[in-house]
């Protein structure tokens, strides 16, 4: 664990403008890579708006699909998931950073029921219903469409579109029922229910919370930079909106001991990634193993027009969970902010050889493709850590 004094001497000497700093206890560089080689931009919690690129996907992007996917879903029917049951040094390295969810199906509503059952058919409107069977399908063939909120909208085209392009189909902007039958064709993954029964644990309670305050020096004196409440925990940990969490919900107390409706996130690619792609079109970032199949897809914002992200090739250079970060002032002064799924990176930081530029996590997940980056990756909490786990040390990251 490399101490404080020496990283920020390490980017002093280069010149970097801020840098994910470890506290002791509360992050660690991942095995093999020297947390001193890069450091997050300044500018990454700037979130100004920006306009949507509706551009469909690039032919460029266009890979064969994974022969091997049925092998690859996402939930599995013990009614544990979060934890992938695969022995592979990715999968173990994903388990560190995932929560176990043990969930049942009982005593679900009416209204549950009836998304678990959704199907759709040509010509059929895509009501909440759908919308939310559709997210979790395209979720579990690890096709991410943010935070699940049961509407079609742009991520979930976006999601819609990788899928397609992963096992070769006709790329569209509307559902049709070749996209629906490939998306249910694994029997098992089909029946799996999208939401679920969970019983509220003490440790779900019991986290962390704090008020964020605006200005980056107020949050460099928080401890860390906690959720805001505990509906905000537990939306991150099912990945979905706390709106829909909490309309799902409508009489909850969310107190521990307390049976709630969730939505079913599956297990992440446990593939090792070797290659990325950020497309800057289609504001998602592609991901693909060592033999060019693509393995997963993320919702991103890649940069603004103010703050363009960098062009070409790159690698990964330093992976850390829970990184501090520094905010340099306009007048040179520095705020250490610490740690926490509020921190402007998020959650997590994977720098890369391009100095202060990396893919990392974000505070607001229902922004992410509709927002602008310093130039930086920005993804979900989840989704980053799901990267974190499987993305191989010195990966190329291409921007395009």
Known sequence: ???????????????????????????????????????????????????????????????????????????????????????????????????????????????????????????????????????????????????????????????????????????????????????????????????VSYQITDADVNIKMTEIPAGAEAKSKLEGLYYESITEGLAEKFHISESYLKALNPKASFTAGETITVYNPGNPNTKPVSRVVADKATETLYAYDDKDNLVASYPTTVGSTATPSPTGTHTVEVKVHEPNYTYTAKDGSKSILPPGPNNPVGSVWIGLSKPSYGIHGSPDPDRISRQASAGCIRLTNWDALALLGVIQNGATVEFK
């Open 1 to 195: 664990m490399y101490q404080l004094k020496k990283i920020s001497t390490a980017v002093a000497m280069i010149g970097f403008s801020t840098a994910v700093f470890m506290g002791q206890s509360v992050a660690a560089p991942l095995d093999s890579v020297n947390a001193n080689n890069q450091a997050p931009t300044n500018n990454s919690d700037n979130q100004a708006p920006t306009n949507n690129n509706e551009a469909s996907i690039s032919k460029n992007n266009a890979n064969k699909a994974n022969a091997n996917a049925a092998e690859e879903v996402s939930p599995v029917t013990n009614g544990i998931n979060q934890k992938s049951a695969r022995d592979s040094k990715t999968a173990n390295a994903s388990n560190k950073f995932l929560p176990t969810i043990k969930y049942t199906t009982d005593n679900l509503s009416v209204a549950a029921q009836k998304v678990n059952n959704a199907t759709w058919k040509e010509g059929v409107s895509i009501d909440r219903v759908i919308g939310t069977k559709l997210q979790a399908l395209l979720n579990w063939h690890h096709n991410g469409v943010g935070p699940v909120d049961g509407y079609w909208g742009k991520n979930t085209r976006k999601a819609m579109q990788a899928f397609q392009q992963a096992n070769g189909l006709a790329v569209t902007d509307t559902l049709n029922n070749e996209t629906w039958q490939a998306l249910t064709k694994n029997e098992k993954l089909a029946v799996q229910p999208v939401l």
